[in-house]
Nanobody, 126 residues
Framework: QVQLVESGGGLVQAGGSLRLSCAAS????????MGWFRQAPGKEREFVAA????????RYADSMKGRFTVSRDDAKSTVYLQMNSLKPEDTAVYYC???????????????????WGQGTQVTVSS
């Protein structure tokens, strides 16, 4: 069992930045690829970014490339999502997820993740 707790969400103006954190506990963090997903009101949950268990491979949704950066600190069992140049359309609940030994080719697939956090709200005002 892995417990995931997100933090760092909040209200920010368009063009601003936020850094989300997701702290994991329970199982060896280094075994898990870590992903970020988001869900806006009335929309389906969508992939944002992910980082492999080794930290050597990252993936991003096209609309996030160049604006968002995913990273991990295995010593702290924490994954981060640095979000820059935020837009109102980035408003959503952001979730982190853990996938045991998840290969890079599947890091964008929601159903491949084993554990989920409760989410943190990000609101970008125009």
């Amino acid at each position: 069992q892995v417990q995931l707790v997100e933090s760092g969400g909040g209200l920010v103006q368009a063009g601003g930045s936020l850094r989300l954190s997701c702290a994991a506990s329970g199982r060896p963090f280094s075994r898990y690829a870590m992903g970020w997903f988001r869900q806006a009101p009335g929309k389906e949950r969508e992939f944002v970014a992910a980082i492999a268990s080794s930290g050597s491979n990252t993936r991003y949704a096209d609309s996030m490339k160049g604006r968002f950066t995913v990273s991990r600190d295995d010593a702290k069992s924490t994954v981060y999502l640095q979000m820059n140049s935020l837009k109102p359309e980035d408003t959503a609940v952001y979730y982190c997820a853990a996938g045991l030994y998840l290969s890079a080719q599947f890091m964008g697939v929601m159903s491949r993740y084993n554990y989920w956090g409760q989410g943190t709200q990000v609101t970008v005002s125009s």
